[in-house]
């Protein structure tokens, strides 16, 4: 177990790659910092892994089923794993996070406070959502100096790699398909674009601290940007239009610019006030107590095997 005699020390060590350990004796502000930003990250995953599993039984065909079959396992899977690796930094159990998260008093992100209409928009998030949280997750393994997140984040981006892919390959099923196909995906992209672009987080700070520490490793900005220089090309190669009438591209750069962004959405989201939030944890909530039996029942479990031995 390691331990600093000050802030500045643990900083220093922080500076030259120093990877802490869950055993280390942290500054609190750590400890803290690094909690919520991955219990958001824990909940924002099974909250996308549910908005899947309401569209197995509506995906088109058996191979698309499947496909959204495996990527919710994926989804809970990684919320799970992120939640053990959130509980070993003392703060709360996992059983108080999901309690925290269903009674609307811990966050999650705000593509995930939005109503999915149509099969597309399962498209939209496959393609559009998984690739800004692959950015993010990047950004985090490049650098992250805490050990325990850095390890669970190859697997994590292992696997959203594969969901950006499929989502990819069902978006080029739309463009090439019939009028009605593409302009379906369109109606998505409409409805999706600006959530994506807020899920990057407004500006930040002059001192944030997630950087400072190296929790992560870019800025917000630096992030959306990278985001659009890629995926504004793909969407107009594939016949879209980017819903936003101020894009343009830097005659000096030729960089793409996106127009000036409303954060008021956003904030709703963070206030769990967005325009599904309140549907989504309910659901979220009802899934959980249906399945108290099945805890219950383990615990049981757990005790007579306990006391046998």
Known sequence: MRSWSSLDEFEAF?????????????????????????EMHANSELMGGLTERDYI????????????LAKTQDEIGHAHLLYMVAADLGIKTRDEMLEDLYEGRSKFHNVFHYRVHTWADQVAIAYLVDAAALTTQQAVFKDCSYGPYRRILKRVIAEEGFHMRQGEEMLLRLADGTRAQHDLFQEALD???????????????????????????ATNEALRDRYVQKFVPQLHAYGFVVPDP????????????????????????????????????????RGWDEASWVRDALEASAATAQGAG
Do not use: C
């Not at 409805?191 to 992560?216: A, C, Q, T, Y």
């Not at 000096?252 to 967005?274: H, Y």
């Open 14 to 38: 922080i500076a030259a790659d120093g990877i802490v350990e869950p055993v280390d004796d942290m500054p609190h502000q750590y400890r803290t910092e690094l909690f919520r930003f991955i």
């Open 57 to 68: 039984p509506r995906a088109p065909g058996l191979v698309r089923k499947l496909g959204t």
């Open 191 to 217: 409805r999706w674009w600006w959530p994506v672009m807020h899920f990057f987080g407004p500006p930040s700070k002059e001192n944030d601290l997630l950087l400072r520490w190296r929790i992560k490793s």
């Open 246 to 285: 101020d894009l343009h591209q830097d005659p000096a750069t030729g960089k793409w610019v996106i127009g000036e962004i409303d954060w008021d959405p956003l904030r709703d989201t963070q206030a769990n006030v967005g325009p599904d939030s309140a549907r989504r944890i309910a659901t979220a909530r």
